[in-house]
């Protein structure tokens, strides 16, 4: 969703304010991924999560996801949204609006005792309707708008020197902080999925937007290439917030479009000055292709999580085959004792050759753990004293976490 104009805003109030009265109901209009657009006035039926909605403008990232869970997004009428006690939340009745098949908005009014008649349903769809062509208008209006700032933000993030600067130039004109921020740049996208396919497109637009609405100088949306791209850019950026945001971005996606892939995402270390925004994204690229390759790394990868990852997450795809992963490595695989005895190595190079941390983390006498270290070297016919040859070897047990099938 995109930030709704003045005058649609109110409008839109208008008919919640009127439904709201009509049934004599708290009513809510929210985004696809939860967070609030208009709240009537309470009618003594508020729960503890309405009123943290409307005083936040937010429900709330543990709300959102339960909501959602529901499957909400893929609804094609009404439907019953289950209480949950623990996040002091009463059932509510909810209306996805959509307009040209585009879900714009959910419409929820609280039901806790579920005594809504099925004239008053009736009315409640009715309003959805209402409510879906205000939004789509509007979506529809800030369309040229969304475009120029987002040719901005890809321009701030381009390799060319003369893109950059004419993009400094309008920055500026959008009043977005330059000189003086930190910037932090993610990347999202859905594993599995087209890049050109226009539902993906539409749910990363919607995450994007419903970061972005409340802070439009300071969140920068874009979507290109079947890709979402956030940069966030403060004077001071507050590390774990940042990521707590993508992770939250990530969440939605992936429930916005559960059934196609999983929702992944990278985000870079904090840079300085907004010009430094274009090397940040190649960060955030290689970060969101290791949380997509790599088990343990997503949904959302840091730059720095990612380690010595970094390096071979920059090769490109047709270099990730088993011809990568080095033969002294490839024979240990292909031993009947192989997974065991990698599994050894990777514990004995992750811990800097130290036997004692090696054996308490493998749970091993140091005995055994030395007979291994001797099969490992009669095998691979490497020297576990020598550091270029456990590099070698480091770095092929990296690579088969990205290999799709490593030589046997």
């Known amino acids: 969703m995109v930030r709704t104009t003045r005058n649609a805003g109110e409008h839109l109030q208008s008919l919640v304010d009127d ?12 985004d696809p991924v939860v967070r609030v657009l208009c709240t009537s006035r309470h009618f003594g039926d ?34 019953v949204l289950d209480g949950c006690a623990d996040l002091g939340m009463n059932s509510r009745l909810c209306v996805p609006l959509r307009e040209q098949g585009e879900l714009l908005g959910l419409l929820m009014v609280t039901d806790a005792d579920s005594t809504l008649t099925a004239a008053e349903i009736t009315r409640i769809e009715e309003v959805s309707k209402t409510a879906a062509a ?8 800030a369309d040229s708008d969304r475009a120029e700032r987002e040719h901005t933000v890809m321009g701030l993030l381009s390799p060319d020197p003369a893109a950059r600067h004419e993009a400094l130039r309008a920055a500026t004109g959008y009043g977005w902080p330059t000189d003086t921020a930190q910037v932090v740049v993610s990347v999202l996208h859905v594993r599995g999925r087209p890049t ?48 707590a945001l993508v992770l939250r971005m990530a969440g939605g996606l992936g429930q916005l479009l559960p059934d196609e892939g999983t929702a992944v995402a990278g985000v870079s270390s904090t840079g300085d000055g907004l010009d430094s925004a274009w090397r940040l994204l190649e960060q955030a690229r290689v970060a969101a292709r290791g949380a997509r ?47 065991r005895l990698a599994e050894t ?28 270290l001797d099969q490992i070297r009669s095998i691979t016919g490497a020297d576990l004293d020598d550091g270029r ?14 290999v799709p099938t490593v030589p046997r």
């Open 19 to 30: 439904l709201a009265d009509d049934l004599g109901r708290s009513v809510a209009v929210n």
């Open 46 to 79: 508020e729960d503890r999560l309405r009123v943290r909605a409307v005083l936040q403008r937010d429900a709330g990232a543990e709300a959102s996801e339960y909501i959602l869970g529901q499957g909400v997004a893929r609804w094609a009428g009404p439907g």
């Open 134 to 141: 205000l939004l789509y208008r509007d979506r529809l209006a």
């Open 196 to 243: 050109a396919d226009a539902e993906t497109e539409l749910a990363l637009r919607n995450v994007l937007d419903s970061a972005a609405r409340r802070q439009p100088q300071r969140l920068l949306p874009a979507v290109a290439d079947g890709r979402g791209v956030l940069v966030q850019v403060r004077r001071r950026i507050q590390y774990d917030e940042a990521l």
């Open 293 to 339: 390759l790599v088990s343990g790394l997503g949904p959302v990868a840091t730059w720095e999580s990612i380690g010595a990852y970094g390096i071979l997450l920059r090769l490109p795809d047709a270099a990730l085959e088993p011809a990568l992963i080095p033969d002294p490595l490839a024979r240990l695989l292909r031993h009947e004792k192989g997974p």
């Open 345 to 372: 190595l990777k514990a004995f190079l992750d811990h800097g050759g130290s036997i004692p941390r090696t054996a308490e983390a493998l749970h091993l006498h140091r005995t055994s753990l030395y007979y291994r």
């Open 389 to 402: 040859d456990r590099l070698l070897l480091h770095m092929g047990l990296l690579a088969c976490d990205l």
